[in-house]
């Protein structure tokens, strides 16, 4: 639905002065912004557009899988099985029987590949997984109420480019937790007192997981930084939006985890296809919580640009949504 004048002057003001700091509200109340996102998460059909990104992000899963175990095959021979290795770190979030079913899948896949279909692979599979991050832009250009106005081109070389930036962080991530787990073990075996051995685990697990931590911010802060079709970007670490994405993707994918090992009837209700179903399921989550973040941070800006040009032209603008 197109925007009244006075609402695109006020996107038209987020796209070109974006705020340095989400964190300060400048005076707009909690209950202003979460009115607001709670309305335009409605109207943007934030909904139906987490389901087109569960869709597209199973159909660019394994072509990404493929090309980040072929960049790593570049530098080593037993790629496929260093991979496999880290995909099961997976299991934190992804549910177990769609887990099985990545794992077989990424296995098959890499089995059927040869040398001579490397280069050929790695392209097909860049092209391929980049509809991920594709579906990406389109939803933040909505959250934002900007036309997408860059070239097919030049967005799909974006989509590429950020596509194999996110795999590599994906392979970071999962990198340390192996690291993580493997340091542990040479603590336990080379340390003979038992109580600074315990400590030293505790230590390096928690080191581990704060890098993760730290990469799966850097994560939503480069998705954020280059999906939407803003005319100004700011580079951000970290935003309340990012926060309350991340905490709530974790919560989500650890509840439906706990859902499925006490009521898992998909494979009653979708038989064989029942692994496919969980797995599209929690892209679902995924996609919604990535949204739900970009949401906060939208109406965040626009609340402050509201505020500002109504102090500048209090005649031709609509006043704060009042924090009833």
């Known amino acids: ?10 996107w038209d003001y987020v796209s070109h002065s974006p705020l340095h700091s989400l964190w300060d509200l400048q005076g707009i109340s909690l209950r202003v912004v979460a009115v607001r996102t709670w309305k335009n998460f409605l109207s943007d059909n934030l909904l139906g557009r987490a389901a087109e990104l569960g869709f597209y992000f199973l159909f660019a899963l394994f072509p990404t899988l493929f090309c980040a175990s072929s960049l790593l095959g570049l530098a080593a021979r037993s790629a496929s099985s260093v991979y496999d290795r880290l995909l099961h770190y997976l299991a934190f979030v992804i549910p177990h029987a769609a887990m099985g079913m990545v794992i077989a899948t990424f296995n098959e896949t890499t089995a059927a590949a ?6 050929f692979g790695i392209v097909a599979a860049l ?13 933040m250009n909505t959250v934002y109420k900007v036309p997408e106005t860059r070239s097919y081109f030049h967005a799909r070389i974006s989509a590429i480019g950020v596509t194999i930036v996110l795999a590599i962080l994906v392979s970071v991530t999962l990198s340390s937790m192996l690291a993580s787990d493997f340091f542990a073990r040479v603590a336990r ?3 003979y007192h038992h109580f600074l051995a315990s400590v030293v685990v505790v230590v390096i697990r928690s080191l581990g997981w704060i890098v993760v931590t730290v990469l799966i911010t850097l994560f939503f802060a480069i998705i954020y930084y280059w999906a939407p079709d803003v005319k100004k970007n700011c580079w951000r670490w970290l935003t309340p939006g990012s926060a309350i994405g991340i905490v709530v993707w974790i919560l989500a994918s650890v509840g439906f985890r706990v859902y499925l090992h006490f009521f898992n009837n998909f494979s009653v209700t979708y038989g064989s296809l029942g692994a496919v179903i969980i797995l599209l399921t929690w892209f679902y989550i995924t996609g919604l919580t990535l949204l739900l973040g970009a949401e906060i941070n939208s109406q965040i800006e626009a609340a402050a640009a509201e505020k500002r040009l109504l102090a500048e032209h209090p005649s031709t603008l609509p006043t704060v949504t009042p924090a009833v």
Do not use: E, Y
């Not at 040869?114 to 280069?119: E, F, H, N």
């Not at 092209?127 to 939803?139: E, H, L, N, P, T």
């Open 127 to 139: 092209w391929s997984a980049s509809v991920g991050f594709s579906a990406i832009q389109d939803s």
């Open 189 to 191: 075996d080379r340390i």
């Open 114 to 119: 040869t040398s001579g279909k490397l280069t």
């Open 1 to 10: 639905m197109p925007l009244d004048p006075r609402q695109q002057r006020i």
